[in-house]
């Protein structure tokens, strides 16, 4: 199956294992599973960062590398993942949120998140 990991999933992953629920957790470790970091969490880490509401700068920098390392796969934004997220009803203002609701209805995958605005768009969601 294939995740698409949140952006506090991402961060949790590596700072704050024990944020993570034991759902999230074994679905990532889960070896049949395919992981994948969406180009809309990487654009809002850095963001974040570079707005001063996150001191994650190292993981930003070093973004790439560390989803080598995890075996995290990246999923680039596409043209029909845009016009989808643009055409989503207005549940959720968030882009980075709409974003993943898109990709995640495209790719026909749950969301491993827990945020529960995802829900509302029918989007499955692990936690």
């Given at each position: ?115 529960a605005i995802?829900?509302r ?7």
């Open positions: 199956m294939n995740l698409l990991i949140d952006t506090h999933v991402l961060l949790w992953w590596w700072t704050e294992e024990e944020q993570l629920s034991g759902g999230a957790k074994a679905a990532i470790l889960d070896s049949r599973n395919r992981s994948y970091v969406s180009a809309a969490v990487a654009w809002e880490l850095a963001i974040k960062v570079n707005l001063g509401k996150l001191a994650a700068r190292d993981v930003v920098s070093n973004l790439k590398q560390l989803l080598i390392e995890e075996g995290f796969r990246r999923l680039a934004i596409s043209t029909d993942h845009a016009l989808r997220a643009g055409l989503l009803p207005m549940l959720h203002r968030d882009p980075f949120d709409r974003m993943l609701v898109a990709q995640a209805q495209a790719l026909n995958s749950p969301i491993v998140s827990a945020d995802f829900d768009y029918g989007a499955q969601r692990i936690w």
